[in-house]
């Protein structure tokens, strides 16, 4: 892990997750036809298997959510 790498603990509704803080990983939004900044995220958990999108980076990116339990969502303006 690199030095800047905190392993964390978090209480969930299934039970404890570690989750490693990594300092400023970079993160860009790709969609066709979309050019969007890059911006630093933090958390990543040992249990995920697919990209979390947490409320705060939806908001850095301009996601606007349709349909959440489909996954429907389109970038803020399309």
Do not use: C, H, N
Not at 51 to 78: H, M, N, R, T, Y
Request: aromatic share 8%.
């Amino acid at each position: 892990m690199p030095d800047d790498t905190m392993v964390e603990t978090y209480k969930t509704a299934s039970g404890l997750m570690k989750a490693y803080r990594v300092g400023g990983a970079p993160t860009a939004l790709l969609v066709e036809g979309t050019e969007t900044r890059e911006f630093g995220t933090y958390v990543v958990s040992e249990y995920a298997d697919e990209s979390l999108i947490s409320d705060q980076l939806a908001s850095e990116f301009g996601i606007v959510v349709e349909g959440p339990a489909k996954g429907l969502w389109k970038p803020k303006g399309e």
